[in-house]
């Protein structure tokens, strides 16, 4: 059974001009451990396919599937429960709170879990060790270069220990050699076993997925597997 299923997604929004039909009929099925890259150009769905994986956005029709749980009928506060326990986001431009210490950004994902935990401190500490910040842990946001900040967005989205990973173009915003490390700290999680999803438009990034998905005017055009 894949861990997420879409059949048939429909997503349209409303601007003052006109509604535009962002999603045309996607269907795709990602399967537990799996590394998927999605491409394609600039307008062409990739954010929104994200977004709809991710629950962030509900489809305007069809289905959506997550560990064989149809998501169609849960409440706002059930799919948030759902992100908090199974889902970690990295965006392109880190989402990270100025006034909080990297300590405490990365903490806020923990405050979402229904059950609070006694080692929250241990878990902080350890996604602060895995991607090589934990000698940032007091310092603001402010005072990080861009590549330390997109290591505390992605400490933050593994904190809770989540299954699966969805990273909007996470390298971005980063020269090149920050670029390179933080796909290498995205590779690593997913040789753990975490299931990856990287919107991406590097070639480079998407030869190294093991499933590439292209994209074009709301539609997949196709979905390959790498040999």
């Known amino acids: 059974m894949p861990l997420i299923s879409l059949q048939d997604v429909y997503f ?9 039909e962002a999603l045309r009929g996607v269907s795709l099925d990602i399967d537990s451990g799996d590394f998927l890259a999605i491409c394609g150009p600039s307008g062409c769905g990739k954010s929104t396919l994200l977004n709809i994986i991710g629950t962030l956005d509900k489809p305007t029709s069809g289905h959506t599937r997550f560990d064989g749980q149809d998501l169609s009928d849960l409440k706002s506060a059930q799919l948030a429960q759902l992100r908090a326990r199974h889902i ?10 100025d006034g909080l210490t990297v300590y405490d950004n990365i903490g806020l994902a923990l405050q979402y879990q ?14 602060m060790d895995r991607v090589g910040i934990g000698h940032r842990a007091n310092h603001r946001p402010r005072q990080l270069s861009g590549g330390q900040q ?19 173009e996470p390298t971005g915003y980063l020269d090149s050699q920050n670029a390179a490390q933080i796909f290498g700290i995205l ?41």
């Open 12 to 20: 349209n929004y409303q601007t003052a001009e006109r509604t535009v």
């Open 88 to 97: 970690g986001f990295v965006f392109q431009s880190f989402n990270l709170i």
């Open 114 to 127: 229904s059950e609070k935990s006694a080692n929250n401190h241990e878990r902080i500490m350890e996604a």
């Open 150 to 168: 997109q290591r505390c967005a992605i400490a933050r989205a593994i904190v809770a220990r989540p299954s699966l990973i969805l990273a909007d």
């Open 187 to 227: 590779k690593s999680l997913h040789l753990d076993g975490t299931t990856l999803v990287l919107v991406t438009h590097s070639l480079s990034q998407a030869d190294q997925a093991e499933r590439v998905v292209e994209m074009l005017d709301g539609r997949i055009l196709f979905s390959r597997r790498r040999l």
